[in-house]
């Protein structure tokens, strides 16, 4: 009986996701209810502009994290990205997109080089190189706000596909189903969870851990990088810590995506079950128009609520 | 002693199961004052679970015990502690970074805090000195930091502790548990160790676990040998010699069945599939062998003696011993990245930690039955082929009999031989020409042991060389066609052990100790 009803793990694990995402409905209905606003067109498209820029970077950060280690600097990475790009458009145009992009993955890949090479833990190396990074947005935009004016680079989050998909949730649909190909089927993604498991293991595949934690981390800086872009392209204009949210609430998506914080479970679908809770939550209090300080309360509260629901504790052998 | 005064400690009838494996079965044993009582046996007898019953940290499933005259069921280490019984842990309980007496007062810090809440450090201070003193441990500075002591100091202020901790609960005369005292320690702080054991034996009775036969012979005033989980002898001054100790600890009658050693092939012109020559390093001394297509090579020894090293030095899984050479097909492994070269010239690796070195817990069957070879599972396109994956997996769940619902449940969820079968399952896999285990069937049950030997004789009939470093002496007679057996790092003694002749225990046992 006992192996019949662990038999159903998988089952369970549906179940547990059918949990969130059962709350996550009823929030949804709620919103719906309370602000008949909630439920229109425009709001949704608000809705989906921010998942998108959430999304792009929580699936870096998924990588970094099932691998047991963790990211502190995507916010700093979005932020100068996007500044990057309202600093160079009005020069180079849509150029500017991809040198952004790269600077990202530099700045990533650098992470990872220092994580890997000094043997300096990954929140520590982050935590160093997002105030550093942070200090150079300062550095190329004088400590001011830019707009963005350039259409192309505009056009790449407002515009939208035949005017029913906005481009930013196309590109972030697509990078999405490619790291979940990757997640599922590449030695990237099955490393990554060996790793996270255990290093010992992925070593005795004769894989190489350091160049997989490079990648991972380089791939954060990417798409970090991009979602920053993507921002500024959707605001029109670039702040200095413009993109700081996200480094809290990417980590805060995967883990209410089903991964474990420590690595070694989980996988990048399910973050964007995280990433829709995190976003319709903050939309819907907004249109209640719930006072700002109990927003972030009953926020607060709603993640501890959905982390609960959807890691496994109870085999976690010590919690640090 | 014995008979005269009623032992202080008495166990009786105990059991202790894990996921529904006896451990140990039916144990009694007792302690009287100022006795030191040993536990012998060989790996995996019961010796360590006993050692922790007593002090608190298992619960034995059944069975009682007894303390001072009292019915004694501790429910935590920290209880038994404050009924008088230490241990002094194999993996040392200190804090390094903690200076000495906080370590000694560690979590009693509330007994010296004044009214308003400042812990009196003067007060622990001359305390610790004092019982370091009475120890003879008077060069022992309590304030300095525990770490900066030799790993032999601070097992001597994990004594001084129990007596602190003793002295501290008003128990007149501690019982301290030694679980391998001597494992970490050189010979002359052995000897240290022993006069000082002897020394306390006035104030204290302790009970002994240790590798070494002679040390029990050396100490202990009576012994309880265990084997397989059940108390085979109990032996008392005179009656004590390494060779009692020897005959009480193996002769068990080894089942040829069991090992299906009518399976043994004869390996007369075989080629030779890997050897090693003039392995050296770390606790290795130049350890040389061969192993022929279809041959299991076992290699066997104490706990310490070097044959894992061996073991990691062919595979080359870090850290291994770096001297000597490692050839397979006529050519020598690479110093780095050794592992990978291995891997790639068909070498598999069964590792002894199954937990943190062989499966993934929270991957599917399948996924972790193909971890070694992804590119054997890829389509052209690059990605993996859930089908190819599943059916890779459907063909070695049903190869080796893994009890599974099926390659997309969790290993987490199987039990330990069938994670262990997963793990040779993700070898075979890539189709390995040598395969080396590490005591592949640790905490694996009998039915699965059997199976996985069934899968090795498999192997060895389809010509995989197979390495077999075990600390399980019938398993490693049963299962070889050669054994080497090693002590302090040195081949000590070669034998080969065809089905009709195969050595016994004893001739093993006696070129281990």
Redesign the interface.
């Known amino acids: 009986m006992l192996q019949a009803s ?2 159903g ?2 089952d369970s694990e549906l179940g547990r996701r059918a949990i969130t995402i059962f709350v996550f409905m009823i929030a949804i209905a709620a919103f719906g209810l309370g602000a008949p606003s909630f439920g229109t067109l425009a709001n949704i498209r608000a809705i989906e502009l921010s998942s998108s820029v959430l999304l792009l970077a929580s699936i870096g950060a998924t990588f970094v994290i099932l691998m047991g280690s963790i990211d502190l600097s995507i916010g700093a990475v979005a932020s100068f990205c996007g500044m990057l790009v309202a600093r160079l458009s009005p020069d180079l145009g849509l150029w500017s997109v991809p040198i952004a992009c790269v600077v990202g993955l530099v700045f990533g890949a650098i992470n990872g080089l220092v994580y890997v090479h000094l043997r300096i833990p990954s929140i520590l190396v982050t935590l160093g190189t997002a105030t550093t990074i942070s200090g150079a947005v300062l550095f190329i935009s004088d400590g001011r706000s830019l707009s963005v004016s350039n259409p192309a680079v505009i056009d790449i989050a407002q515009g939208a596909l035949a005017n029913v998909v906005p481009n930013a949730v196309l590109i972030s649909a697509v990078i999405y189903g490619a790291a979940v ?1 990757i997640g ?4 990237f993604g ?1 490393m990554t ?2 790793i996270g ?2 290093e ?2 992925a ?4 894989v ?1 851990v350091n160049t997989i934690k490079v990648q991972a981390l380089a791939l954060s800086g990417l798409l970090a990088g991009l979602a920053g872009v993507l921002l500024a392209a959707r605001l029109g204009s670039a702040t200095v810590t413009m993109g700081s949210y996200m480094t809290l609430d990417t980590i805060t998506a995967v883990v209410v995506g089903g991964t ?1 914080i420590t690595g ?3 996988n990048v679908r399910l973050t964007i079950i995280g990433v829709l809770f995190i976003t319709t939550f903050s939309d819907g209090m907004n249109i209640l128009a719930l006072p700002p300080y109990l927003q972030t309360i009953i926020q607060g509260t709603v993640i501890l609520l959905a982390v609960l629901l959807n890691t496994r504790r109870a ?1 976690a052998e010590d919690v640090k | 002693m014995n008979g005269v005064a009623a032992p202080i400690y008495s166990m009786r009838n105990a059991s202790k199961r894990f996921n529904g494996i006896a451990v140990v079965e039916d144990i009694d044993l007792d302690v009287f004052p100022n006795e030191i009582v040993g536990i012998a046996g060989e790996n995996g007898a019961g010796k360590s679970t006993t050692l922790k019953m007593i002090a608190g940290i298992h619960a034995p499933n059944a069975g009682s015990m007894r303390l001072f005259g009292k019915s004694f069921r501790p429910l935590s280490y920290t209880h038994a502690v404050e009924a008088g019984i230490s241990m002094v842990f194999q993996e040392q309980a200190l804090i390094p970074s903690l200076a000495v007496y906080e370590n000694i007062f560690l979590s009693l810090e509330s007994c010296f805090t004044s009214r308003i809440g400042i812990v009196d450090r003067a007060a622990m201070i001359a305390m610790s000195e004092r019982h370091l003193q009475n120890l003879g441990l008077g060069y022992i500075d309590p304030r300095r930091r525990t770490g900066d002591y030799a790993f032999y100091d601070r097992q001597m202020i994990e004594i001084a502790k129990a007596f602190a901790l003793a002295e501290h609960f008003h128990i007149d005369h501690p019982i301290i548990l030694l679980d391998e005292p001597t494992a970490a320690i050189g010979e002359r702080e052995i000897k240290i160790l022993f006069e000082s054991i002897r020394r306390y034996r006035r104030r204290a009775s302790f009970v002994l676990i240790t590798h070494r036969l002679v040390e029990y012979v050396e100490l202990c005033d009576r012994i309880y040998v265990f084997k397989d989980g059940r108390n085979v002898g109990e032996f008392a001054g005179e009656e004590i010699s390494e060779q009692s100790l020897h005959r009480a600890m193996v002769g068990r009658i080894r089942d040829d069945e069991y090992f299906m050693e009518t399976r043994q092939l004869s390996l007369v012109g075989a080629p030779i599939a890997i050897s090693a020559h003039g392995l050296s390093g770390q606790n290795v001394k130049n350890v040389s062998f061969e192993i022929r297509k279809g041959e299991i090579l076992g290699i066997g020894g104490l706990v310490g003696c070097g044959k894992e090293a061996v073991a990691r030095a062919v ?1 080359g ?2 850290p291994f011993p770096p001297n000597g050479t490692v050839e397979l097909g006529g050519e020598v492994l690479p110093l780095r990245g050794r ?2 070269a ?3 010239r068909g070498v598999g ?1 069964v ?1 002894k ?1 199954r ?9 599917s069957v399948q ?1 972790n039955m193909s ?2 070879s ?1 590119p054997l599972v890829s389509s052209l396109s ?5 089908s190819r994956e599943r059916r890779l997996a459907e063909k070695y769940i049903n190869r080796l009999r893994v009890r599974c ?1 099926g390659p ?3 290993c ?2 199987l039990s330990g031989g069938n994670q262990q079968k997963v793990v040779i399952a993700k070898w075979l896999a890539r189709n390995v020409q040598v395969l080396v285990l590490d005591n592949p069937t640790r905490g694996v049950d009998v039915g699965a042991k059997q199976e996985i030997y069934s899968v090795l004789r498999d192997l060895a009939e389809e010509g995989v060389a197979i390495l077999l470093v075990t600390d399980d002496l019938p398993e490693l007679i049963g299962m070889s066609n050669r054994i080497l057996v090693m002590r302090d790092g040195e081949l000590q003694f070669e034998c080969s052990a065809p089905a009709d002749n195969k050595p016994t225990e004893q001739e093993l046992v006696q070129h281990m100790v």
């Open positions: 662990r038999a793990c998988r190909l599922d089927r590449t030695r099955r969870l060996a498991s255990d010992q293991i070593a005795l595949m004769g190489r474990a070694g479970s989980g085999s | 595979v899984f870090e592992g990978k291995a891997i790639k690796f590792p930690e937990k943190s070195e062989g499966i993934v817990p929270y991957m996924a971890l070694a992804l690059g990605f993996l082929s859930r619902n997309t449940q969790l987490q969820f």
